[in-house]
């Protein structure tokens, strides 16, 4: 049968070199044995004897690097470090005192325990590292996701948009074309060709349209209706940002200091794009030529482009 063993602290109990042999052969025995079993220990010896054996294994529980405080995880395939050294120097032993056991100390020893204890370090940086990456990735799939949504709602706008372009592109078309036929009518009073002429176009229109049921068109009219109120949304937007946008211009305009005006001095009004000259100015009023005609307006309204050579 089987044998299943856990044994806490294995060696401890008597001197430590001698404790360790013993455990050391006890551990072998159990190895030729096929015994299945957990041993915790802090002998090298042991965790040596794990490491070069085939089907054992050695496991530790990880301590947070910085503060040395139990992580409470355990992880297998890696001995671990009692951090001796870390901990006496975490609770207050002065240096000294440390330094004088470290000689006191097996050279090997002391570093195959720091390797053990920087192992774990790194260990630890790795897990943290893992960790924060498999955070941001899973940030990324929720930004791609998002993305992907509003790209589509996006294609979906620029589809209803492209519709609504075309309906009223053929509305347009339709409304030219009506005129066309009105206007030939009007010249030579042929009701045959205007008849003809009529008919040939809502033949061409209507070997455009699809046929479609009630509902199907009640929901595109549902939707045409909503681009429709959308778009007017968006220019009444449009329409008032400009609006601010000239009203501040004028008022920073305004602010300006005013730079007097002479006889002869090219202006344009403020909100205005066309240049004239002053002719003459009374009561602070200018009489301004634009070539074709004349126009008398308040000196406030009026910004210089440039002075009277």
Same mark, same amino acid.
């Given at each position: 049968? /089987? ?5 806490? =602290?294995?060696?401890?109990g ?6 360790g ?8 025995e ?5 015994a299945?079993? !957990? ?26 690097? @910085?503060?040395? =405080?139990?992580m409470?995880?355990?992880?297998l395939? +890696? ?6 050294? $870390? ?16 000689k ?11 390797? !053990? ?9 790795? $897990?943290?590292?893992?960790q ?18 509003i ?11 492209? =519709? ?24 030579? /009073?042929?009701k *045959? ?9 809502? $033949?061409?229109?209507?070997?455009? #349209? ?7 068109? @009640? ?16 220019? =009444?937007?449009? #329409?008032?940002?400009? /609006?601010?946008? *000239?009203? /501040?211009?004028? +008022? ?13 001095d ?41 002075? @009277?050579?």
């Amino acid at each position: 049968a /089987k044998t299943l063993f856990l044994i806490d =602290e294995f060696g401890t109990g008597s001197d430590p070199e001698l404790g360790g042999a013993l455990a050391e052969t006890f551990l072998e025995e159990f190895y030729h044995r096929e015994a299945f079993g !957990i041993i915790t220990t802090h002998y090298t010896n042991l965790k040596i004897l794990a490491n070069e054996l085939p089907f054992a294994t050695n496991a530790n529980m990880l301590f947070d690097e @910085k503060s040395l =405080e139990p992580m409470y995880k355990l992880h297998l395939g +890696q001995a671990g470090s009692s951090f001796t050294f $870390e901990v006496a120097q975490k609770n207050g032993i002065p240096y000294g005192l440390i330094n004088r056991a470290k000689k006191k100390v097996e050279g090997d020893k002391v570093r195959f325990d720091k390797t !053990i204890a920087n192992l774990q370090k790194e260990r630890s940086r790795l $897990e943290k590292t893992s960790q924060n990456l498999k955070e941001e990735e899973t940030r990324a799939r929720e930004e791609s996701r998002k993305m992907e949504g509003i790209n589509t709602k996006i294609q979906q706008k620029l589809e209803s948009y492209q =519709e609504l372009y075309d309906s009223n592109q053929r509305l347009i078309y339709m409304g030219q074309k009506m005129d066309d036929i009105s206007e030939k009518y009007f010249n030579n /009073k042929n009701k *045959k060709e205007l008849i003809g002429e009529f008919l040939k176009m809502v $033949e061409i229109e209507n070997s455009k #349209r699809k046929k479609i049921t009630v509902k199907e068109k @009640k929901a595109k009219e549902a939707v045409q209706k909503e681009i429709i109120e959308e778009v007017k949304e968006k220019v =009444e937007v449009i #329409r008032k940002e400009k /609006k601010e946008k *000239k009203i /501040k211009a004028i +008022q920073e305009e305004s602010n300006k200091p005013k730079i007097p005006l002479k006889v002869g001095d090219r202006v344009r009004m403020i909100d205005g794009k066309a240049v004239g000259s002053i002719d003459t100015i009374e009561k602070n009023k200018a009489t301004v030529n634009y070539g074709i005609f004349t126009s008398k307006v308040a000196l406030d309204n009026l910004e210089l482009v440039e002075r @009277k050579k």
